[in-house]
């Protein structure tokens, strides 16, 4: 079942946001070799993992996360613009406003 967490409900979720963090550092940095990201206490963490942020987890009958997903507005950032611009084509139209959102951070576990 999918689970939309955002600040209002993030409480009811702390186990399975750590956990995320956790799974984020296993597939981006060790499993994918990504060596520019943060990792604190062995999450992996960056500046859109903030209020705004709304995760999307998927998760078992047990609540182990099978799925996850980061979701956010991207009027004041984005990773694509602001950490690979030079994966946006020049003449693309504007990726950043209050009506666009980023979807980041997708990963699956095995």
């Not at 963090?21 to 990504?34: A, D």
């Not at 960056?46 to 182990?64: I, K, P, S, T, W």
């Not at 611009?85 to 666009?100: F, I, K, N, T």
Request: hydrophobic letters at 40%; one cysteine or more; glycine letters at 6%.
């Amino acid at each position: 079942m999918i689970h939309i967490i955002t600040t209002k409900n993030r409480h009811l979720y702390a186990r399975q946001l750590a956990e995320m963090h956790q799974l984020r550092r296993i597939h981006f940095v060790e499993e994918n070799g990504w060596s520019d990201l943060r990792v604190i206490d062995g999450a992996e963490v960056d500046q859109f993992d903030d209020d705004r942020a709304v995760y999307l987890l998927g998760l078992d009958d047990e609540d182990q996360i099978e799925v996850g997903l980061r979701v956010r507005p991207t009027d004041d950032g984005c990773i694509l613009t602001d950490s690979f611009p030079h994966m946006v084509a020049p003449d693309a139209p504007v990726l950043r406003g209050p009506e666009a959102w980023e979807m980041s951070r997708i990963f699956s576990t095995h």
